[in-house]
């Protein structure tokens, strides 16, 4: 190990732990990205209510980590169910699926203020922001419950329900306080008959969020899954790719570790750099290939010379000048008659008796059991040679 590799690791070390003090003092950032996340711990993650799940759904809830196409095409016909989604993007296949179990019997219950609008136009509503308020009440109609009222006060949506169709009913509303301290209510939990099952539409998937849950005082959102019937519960799990458990994962789960992960590759890369300019060995010139392709067609001429097989170099020869037509003149070589004769003779501008004799010499090269000499192979050559330039 040389001197000057070992300045640069103790210049390293000292980095590093420089850089692991700030670390330490530096205070966690709390994540406030919504998230719905059942993994995450973060306050709108998902992780309290899927822990809790199985206990309000009375032991009967089946998570379902597929698109609900996936999930009812390759099952058979289920009896009525129940059907829980958590601000998932559903595709237009699916919803055909959710709907057709819907008006079977089962009811759907969705948390979300991302309702597609072709949704909305089928079944008769529409969804948009309501409010810009920085907080506000979500409240229950019905009157047994409408003291399990939960506050939204941090990141709130203000979607809810601008237009329902009069056979819709209301189970909930969001009360707004203005700055005249006037109070005003807009639809944000809606019952939608539909065949023999029902639609829960709630426009504030932040009531299940671990923020809200840890912090409420009241069974808010006990009162809203009470609607749903006491039978199986299947919930639609927004996908993730799995986690990979190996160390590179938990060194970068970890800021500290990242940032001195990132230090040790660019540590690296600029020793790597630095050295290489000093060794790096001198690079051999290297002759380019040669071109041998004419040599390859005057020995292969040679071979087939010494052979005396002119028959042969006669239909190469014509297959060649052919070609040449074909590709150069535009002329189609399937049938060499009077109309091939008359077109080369008009494109080329060559006598009509040269081009006459040269077809007649092609179609002998082309004949497999013409007789051919030598003298044919020659006055064959030149023609076509004299009609090509």
Do not use: C
């Given at each position: 190990m040389n001197k ?16 692991g003090?700030f670390e ?6 709390l994540?406030w990205?919504?998230?719905?996340n059942?993994?995450k711990?973060?306050?709108?993650g998902?992780?309290?209510f899927d822990?809790e799940?199985n206990?309000?759904f009375?032991?009967?809830l089946?998570k379902?980590r597929v ?7 390759k ?6 169910h ?11 296949v ?13 009811d ?13 136009d ?7 922001i ?8 979500l ?14 006060d941090?990141?709130p ?15 909930g ?21 539909f065949?023999d099952?029902?639609f ?7 009531v299940?969020?671990?923020?809200y849950?840890?912090n ?17 519960t ?10 990979s458990?190996s ?7 970890n ?27 001198i690079?051999?010139?290297?002759e ?13 001429g040679n ?7 002119f ?8 297959q060649?000048?052919?070609?040449k037509?074909?590709m ?23 006598k009509?008796e040269?081009i006459?004799e ?6 002998k090269?082309q ?23």
């Amino acid at each position: 190990m040389n001197k000057t590799f070992k300045i640069y690791a103790v210049i390293f070390i000292i980095i590093l732990i420089v850089m692991g003090m700030f670390e330490m003092n530096k205070k966690p950032v709390l994540d406030w990205r919504k998230n719905f996340n059942t993994e995450k711990k973060t306050p709108f993650g998902l992780y309290v209510f899927d822990q809790e799940s199985n206990g309000l759904f009375h032991q009967k809830l089946e998570k379902a980590r597929v698109s609900p196409y996936e999930y009812y095409s390759k099952k058979e016909q289920k009896k009525p169910h129940n059907i829980l989604i958590i601000q998932k993007e559903i595709d237009d296949v699916s919803w055909e699926f959710l709907m057709n179990e819907v008006y079977n019997g089962s009811d759907v219950m969705l948390f979300s203020n991302k309702i597609p609008k072709k949704i909305g136009d089928s079944l008769g509503f529409k969804t948009g922001i309501l409010s810009f308020e920085d907080n506000y009440y979500l409240q229950l109609t019905d009157k047994k419950l409408v003291n399990n009222r939960l506050f939204i006060d941090k990141l709130p949506d203000n979607y809810g329900f601008s237009y329902i169709q009069k056979d819709m009913e209301i189970l909930g509303k969001s009360l707004y306080k203005s700055s005249k301290n006037k109070t005003s209510t807009q639809a944000n939990f809606i019952k939608i008959n539909f065949g023999d099952g029902h639609f829960y539409f709630h426009s504030e998937p932040l009531v299940l969020t671990n923020y809200y849950l840890l912090n409420s005082k009241n069974r808010y959102l006990e009162s809203v899954l009470s609607y749903l019937p006491d039978r199986e519960t299947v919930w639609f799990v927004e996908t993730d790719a799995p986690l990979s458990m190996s160390s590179m994962r938990f060194i970068l789960s970890n800021p500290p570790l990242q940032y001195a992960w990132y230090l040790l590759l660019f540590g690296l890369i600029v020793f790597v750099i630095f050295n290489a300019k000093r060794k790096q060995r001198i690079v051999p010139i290297t002759e380019p290939l040669k071109n041998t392709s004419v040599d390859f067609i005057r020995s292969i001429g040679n071979l087939y010379l010494q052979e005396g097989d002119f028959h042969e170099m006669m239909a190469k020869k014509a297959q060649y000048f052919l070609s040449k037509i074909r590709m150069d003149l535009l002329i189609d070589t399937q049938n060499l008659d009077e109309q091939f004769i008359n077109k080369l003779h008009l494109k080329t501008g060559k006598k009509i008796e040269l081009i006459k004799e040269a077809v007649e010499l092609i179609k002998k090269g082309q004949n497999p059991y013409a007789s051919v000499m030598k003298e044919d192979l020659i006055r064959m050559n030149k023609l076509l040679d004299d009609i090509l330039k």
